[in-house]
């Protein structure tokens, strides 16, 4: 900025775009943009020569790009540093939300201009930010951003004006907000042997313009750039490949890309981070620490196949539980006490054990069913959409309706093909109400059997930093973790639910509901960053390696049932992150090992446990996570060989269904919530 106007070469760039032939578009209103691009050039010139073919082929690409993904339905566009960018407005359709991300100056002054010149932008999120200083992501979220679904980011021409801690923040923050599918298109200046005079002169003539030129990179140095901050660079065919005229050939096309790429105009689809070269951030194989954070965080390391002995069948982690594990082991503990309370007290019926000592009754389910869906459902008749109000997710009504605990519209029956709508009444039915008359208070019931198991001082010391946390993190968090949706990626709130009908006081919540809430916030922060949810990588791909492993055996030490493991392995082998093969020690049966990118996949998600776990530290306060942690290690951790805290309201009761089963020899990393009942190992 100077003199409250656009830069000079914010002038120059709008003056060479007002001779391209831009990317056409049924939709959006092109003359806007070139109202706009005309004051802000202000009769500057345009000259022919090497940087106007530059601005041509970089407005092509980023013009592709956008049209590419309006096409492909995508319904966000971030554009970093937009400056006096009119893509807005010459590709503006009702369906798609944009935020323009800038300086508070610049903005301004561009806001005043499209209101001078008369030009209405309802389309667009103008989110002020200074990226030397300010948190982008929170300012995108704030904005209105939908981080679950994918969106395209644009960041043209300013990378170069950037330092490289900058950019690379830059980059993070993006990423945080962008959902699995997202992609981003970037311009970077690649450093080259060729043209070193005309990049001299390039970085002297933009110094003296007072916008001196900050980061150059190797082409492997960009591309080592994006990986470690959660974007992969697309190889082959992407958004921006596709031919420019009817009569381009495809070796024309192939060409123009390549061309494109060494001039630093990429593109890239989010993936999980992966550790930079530089040895300072990689991955220790002799500790499973990595250097730029200190912790040791998850299993990276292949594990054989597992041993369960009958008097001592807990297997202790090899290494420090992250902070994600910890939370889900305590809330894993408590509702396996909670369900084996709840299958003692009521009658029901099981698949594979029948009915129960107390008599038949509804089908058995677990703590998530009472905290999701009956909690809200009792005698008097309440609407699906006033259920989803309530309890803020979503539950399996049609299975509740199946099992016996509820009727739809007032009857058993299935009615309808799909799910019921938002007028459907619900009303519990006589095993309904007489289930939530024993669940309701278990909850009590066992958070004082933890007061008196732990002592009190134990369990204030947990319940305080969870308190002081919930307080900070999205009041429209549900009390439990929800069922588990496409891809098992954790689900946020609905952001069409209206806020809740009443204030809760965060202190006063009962422990689970603390421990889903923290947990849930922690999932979904890694699953912004990650193209895995954190139940996959948590509880699968950090026992696998790439030694094999039994399939038979993956249950034990993930902690998850088969049924649970089958779904997750299922999400790895299609993203080519694992395969399954014949047993080469057996006539029969499978082993799973780690492909080269599983293996990736594994240390990106170590990594991104210790990072997000660095910021809580910042966001939260060092105090508050330390304590936090010294609340939680001591009861998922035992010593001498023995279990630890948290094993020791597990035991079931003689006529429970899980006396008859293996005790588990490990707690899920991450609860396995699923439709089928939403037991935390997924059986």
């Not at 002020?128 to 904005?143: G, M």
């Not at 982690?317 to 909670?338: G, K, R, W, Y």
């Not at 799973?592 to 446990?609: E, H, I, K, M, P």
């Amino acid at each position: 900025m100077q003199d409250g106007g656009p830069s000079i070469t914010a002038r120059s760039v709008a003056a060479h775009r007002l001779g391209f032939t831009r990317v056409p578009a049924p939709y959006g209103d092109p003359a806007a943009d070139d109202a706009l691009a005309v004051d802000v050039a202000a009769g500057r010139d345009a000259p022919a020569g090497r940087m106007h073919d530059y601005l041509a082929a970089r407005t092509g690409f980023f013009d592709r790009a956008v049209v590419a993904a309006i096409g492909r339905g995508v319904q966000q566009i971030v554009v970093g540093a937009a400056g006096y960018d009119g893509r807005s407005l010459r590709y503006a359709t009702p369906d798609v939300r944009w935020f323009e991300v800038d300086h508070p100056a610049t903005q301004r002054d561009k806001r005043e201009r499209l209101d001078r010149l008369g030009i209405a932008a309802p389309q667009v999120r103008f989110v002020e930010a200074d990226f030397t200083r300010d948190q982008v992501a929170d300012r995108l979220l704030a904005a209105g951003i939908d981080a679950s679904v994918p969106g395209l980011f644009l960041l043209e021409g300013i990378a170069v004006y950037l330092e490289s801690a900058v950019l690379e923040s830059v980059l993070g923050q993006f990423r945080q907000v962008a959902a699995a599918g997202s992609r981003l298109a970037i311009s970077v200046s690649v450093s080259g042997k060729r043209d070193t005079a005309s990049r001299v002169r390039f970085r002297a003539a933009v110094a003296a313009m007072g916008e001196p030129a900050r980061s150059f990179f190797e082409a492997d140095e960009a591309e080592d750039l994006l990986a470690s901050t959660g974007w992969r660079i697309m190889a082959g065919h992407d958004d921006s490949d596709g031919p420019e005229t009817e009569t381009e050939t495809a070796t024309e096309t192939a060409a123009r890309s390549a061309r494109r790429r060494s001039a630093g105009l990429l593109m890239a689809s989010a993936a999980p981070r992966t550790a930079k070269k530089p040895a300072s951030t990689r991955k220790s194989q002799s500790t499973g620490k990595f250097a730029s954070t200190g912790k040791a965080v998850g299993v990276p390391v292949s594990r054989g196949p597992a041993q369960r002995p009958k008097t001592q069948p807990y297997q202790p982690p090899q290494a420090p539980l992250s902070l994600s594990a910890l939370l889900s082991q305590a809330l894993v503990a408590f509702t396996i006490e909670f369900d084996n309370e709840a299958d003692h007290l009521t009658p029901h019926r099981t698949t594979n054990f029948g009915a129960s000592s107390h008599g038949d009754g509804a089908w058995l389910v677990s703590m998530a069913m009472w905290e999701n869906c009956m909690r809200f459902v009792a005698g008097e008749p309440v609407t699906v959409g006033e259920l989803h109000r309530l309890a803020r997710t979503p539950t399996n009504l049609d299975g509740m309706r199946r099992w016996g605990y509820l009727t739809i519209d007032g009857t058993a029956k299935k009615i309808r093909q799909g799910n019921p709508g938002p007028d459907a009444v619900l009303r519990a039915t006589a095993g309904g109400l007489q289930a939530r008359e024993i669940w309701r208070p278990l909850t009590g019931l066992i958070e004082q059997r933890w007061l008196e198991r732990l002592g009190r001082e134990q369990l204030t010391r947990l319940r305080d930093p969870l308190v002081a946390i919930a307080s900070q993190t999205d009041p429209g968090l549900p009390d439990c973790l929800p069922i588990l949706g496409f891809g098992l990626f954790s689900r946020g709130p609905d952001p069409a639910l209206p806020p809740r009908p009443d204030q809760v006081n965060v202190a006063a919540l009962p422990l689970p509901a603390l421990l889903a809430r923290v947990l849930l916030s922690f999932a979904l922060e890694y699953e912004r960053e990650s193209g895995l949810s954190l139940a996959v990588s948590a509880n699968l791909l950090r026992v696998l390696g790439t030694e094999g492993i039994r399939r038979r055996d993956l249950p034990a030490p993930a902690g998850i049932s088969k049924e649970a493991v089958a779904w997750a392995l299922g999400i790895l082998i299609r993203g080519h992150l694992a395969v399954e093969e014949p047993d080469p020690a057996a006539s029969r049966g499978k082993v799973v090992r780690l492909t080269a990118s599983g293996l990736d996949a594994q240390r990106a998600y170590t990594q991104c446990l210790a990072m997000i776990e660095d910021r809580w530290q910042e966001r939260f306060g060092d105090d508050t996570i330390s304590a936090l942690r010294h609340a939680l290690e001591p009861l998922a951790t035992g010593t001498d060989g023995q279990p630890p805290p948290l094993f020791g309201g597990l035991e079931p009761y003689p006529d429970n269904w899980r006396a008859s089963v293996k005790p588990p020899a490990a707690l899920p990393y991450y609860p396995m919530v699923l439709h089928r009942g939403g037991y935390p190992d997924g059986s």
